[in-house]
């Protein structure tokens, strides 16, 4: 409990960018108590781990750029509360499972990045997703797999799915 204190202290009035840090470990679900938080800034450190579901509760946050890092497991459906998120990089970790769908509620959502991960399911295209493009789901330098695979799309209502399967870069269907 002391050391969250100190760590809310330390965002509160001296808020400084954590990334490139050196910071090892895992992230604990206390980190998500930090209510007045507003950018959480842990990109390329030696991070790992599940990302903490009580991260959802840090409903000030503006930006999460946890890239880089060595986060597994999946991406939490509790960011789906992060009402005021604009940005959100989650890109060359481990993660796995699917982009939740949730997530189309985040309408102030900027920058949404999980290319390099081995993420598979639908990519969402309401909302924000609407305007991302493929190359911020998928590996920017090796994209050559969109040339020669076929990617299905289904009408369902108001959205469309593409059924998808990335691993570090290789598009599968």
């Given at each position: 409990?002391?050391?969250?204190?100190y760590f809310q202290l330390f965002f509160f009035f001296n808020f400084r960018d954590l990334g490139n840090?050196?910071?090892?470990?895992?992230?604990?679900?206390?980190l998500g108590?930090?209510?007045?938080?507003k950018y959480l800034e842990l990109y390329r450190n030696d991070i790992?781990?599940?990302?903490?579901?009580?991260?959802?509760?840090?409903k000030n946050l503006v930006s999460m750029d946890m890239?880089?890092?060595r986060f597994e497991g999946e991406i939490?459906?509790?960011f789906a509360k992060l009402k005021s998120l604009r940005f959100l990089r989650l890109n060359n970790n481990k993660l796995s499972?699917?982009?939740?769908?949730?997530l189309t509620t985040l309408k102030d959502l900027k920058v949404f990045d999980v290319s390099n991960n081995d993420l598979c399911g639908t990519i969402p295209v309401d909302g924000p997703f609407t305007s991302f493009p493929m190359e911020r789901y998928l590996d920017p330098v090796n994209?050559?797999?969109?040339?020669?695979?076929?990617l299905e799309l289904l009408g369902h209502g108001s959205y469309f799915l593409v059924i998808y399967c990335i691993s570090y870069g290789q598009l599968n269907i």
């Open positions: 409990m002391i050391m969250l204190f840090s050196n910071i090892s470990g895992t992230l604990g679900p206390e108590e930090l209510r007045h938080l790992g781990g599940k990302i903490p579901k009580e991260l959802g509760n840090l890239y880089g890092n939490p459906k509790s499972g699917s982009i939740p769908r949730e994209t050559t797999c969109l040339a020669c695979s076929f």
